[in-house]
């Protein structure tokens, strides 16, 4: 279901908590690699030619601030190309035998928590009808219209339960030239969907607005970008957040062999201290990617040590495809300090209505298919250091006759100093009929359940599967 292609001080003293140390030479060990990093760019810099595409084409598909839009090179974009999309699906799942879920911030497995009424109970249907055009070589406009009609049994035209909404992205690239050495620049305004900042440590598996400046020349970036108050609708307890930073991207290592290293400072508008950011990877063409992101908090409001205050990310992601069949994949193990999470919460963010299932805030309808993991899952615990194991897997494979198995899973444990210790594991395993490329209808068991009831869009657990009956079409 997922693709791994995202306030003042409220703190009170604690009674001394079981934490994991994480020691203070993290943040040299970031800042050394990047001066060999340059030292090994500069050498390559002699004998390559600079790479035209700053958006990433692997497996992990890392700090995509606008994965859906790929911004080419001004020289190699047309004036007015327009490249059409419509994506339209229906879900529909059945009542649960037992309607009881489990969630991350069960403490008791005894406690019995339930999800209420929901768009997928009723047969829910969303089209999303957009474009990207190239209005001048070196600007694009990326936009589209989304319209939710939010179960069937609701009513034909049930005003309360039908909504559209737009998201548009403003894009200009261009290239230009000094001393004879190339420098792309790149600038965006707008939606950004499906945001994975750096690593995916803090803002991933979320959508936002805001912006994005990046300058680059051969392998080095330079950027500053901004997500504006999360807020509101994903309840994170942030103001604006504004990220700058220097990186050096896709330098070559040996053959197939790619490293990435980031290094930037984070203002957090409105829930106090800032914090310094880091971060490596290797990629090994597009088969596989080993990544870790740091970030300290700074020390302007809290006492505690180092490890209270950061949080840290160790991940492997990869795709392949061999003959039928084919899978992606990721797995981490992250961690994050009370105090890097202490007051980044809202939990006053209603996503449903007076008798609807739309809110003073939006729970669209194609964010049931991501995973569970996101930054909002893990600063429910206040006041708690937390870990997480995550294992999030899609596979499929081509059977004769358009015929086509389906396995994902996503499991995910989470345990905390305050004593949390619980697993979210959910799957969705079945069968499909492809009869074309973006046409697929499927039949799947699953336990993933649509919670409306939570400050951010996410998923709990059913205790009992439920049938799914999904149809999708998509035309490009």
């Known amino acids: 279901m997922h693709h791994c292609t995202r306030t003042a001080d409220r703190r009170q003293p604690r009674s001394p908590q079981t934490t994991i140390s994480l020691p203070l030479a993290m943040n040299r060990l970031l800042v050394t690699p990047l001066v060999i990093a340059i030292a090994l760019s500069a050498r390559a810099a002699a004998q390559e ?106 009513g034909v035209y049930a005003v309360d339960e039908m909504i559209v909404f737009p998201r548009v992205l403003l894009s200009f690239d261009t290239t230009f030239t000094i001393a004879g050495e190339p420098l792309r620049a790149i600038a965006q305004a707008g939606h950004f969907s499906d945001v994975r900042w750096g690593e995916g440590l803090t803002f991933y598996n979320m959508d936002g607005q805001g912006s994005n400046i990046e300058l680059g020349w051969r392998w080095v970036r330079i950027w500053r970008r901004q997500i504006g108050d999360a807020l509101y609708g994903i309840g994170l307890g942030i103001g604006d957040v504004m990220d700058l930073g220097v990186g050096l991207l896709d330098v070559p290592i040996v053959d197939g062999l790619e490293a990435d290293v980031r290094l930037s400072h984070v203002d957090y508008f409105a829930s106090g201290g800032n914090g310094t950011s880091g971060s490596l990877a290797l990629q090994y063409a597009s088969l596989a990617r080993l990544y870790l992101q740091y970030e300290l908090r700074d020390q302007v409001q809290f006492t505690e040590p180092s490890a209270d205050r950061s949080a840290v990310v160790i991940g492997l992601a990869g795709a392949h495809e061999l003959g039928d069949f084919a899978f992606d994949g990721r797995a981490e193990w992250r961690r994050y300090g009370a105090g890097f999470n202490d007051g980044r919460i809202n939990r006053d963010v209603k996503l449903r209505g007076n008798g609807s299932t739309i809110g003073e805030f939006l729970y669209p309808l194609d964010f049931y298919e991501r995973p569970l993991s996101q930054w909002a899952v893990f600063t429910e615990f206040q006041e708690q250091d937390v870990e997480a194991m995550t294992l999030q897997i899609d596979a499929y494979y081509r059977l004769p006759y358009s015929l086509i198995i389906i396995g994902e899973i996503d499991l995910n444990a989470v345990s905390t100093s305050g004593g949390v210790s619980t697993s979210i594991d959910l799957f969705n395993i079945g069968f499909g009929w492809e009869p074309s490329p973006g046409t697929r209808l499927t039949l799947t068991s699953t336990n993933r359940a649509m919670n409306l009831d939570r400050h951010y869009p996410t998923v709990s657990a059913y205790r009992d599967p439920v049938l799914l009956m999904t149809a999708r079409v998509e035309l490009r």
């Open 49 to 154: 030619t600079a790479q035209s595409d700053t958006t990433r084409r692997d497996a992990g598909a890392p700090d995509t601030t606008a994965p859906a839009v790929a911004a080419t090179d001004s020289a190699q974009r047309a004036p007015w190309r327009v490249a059409w999309r419509v994506v339209a699906s229906h879900l529909y799942h059945s009542h649960p035998s037992d309607p009881s879920v489990r969630e991350p911030r069960d403490v008791d497995q005894s406690v019995v928590a339930s999800v209420g009424d929901h768009p997928l109970y009723h047969g829910a249907t969303y089209a999303r009808v957009g474009a990207n055009i190239a209005v001048v070589p070196g600007a694009s406009v990326d936009g589209e219209i989304v319209a939710e009609h939010r179960g069937v049994s609701y």
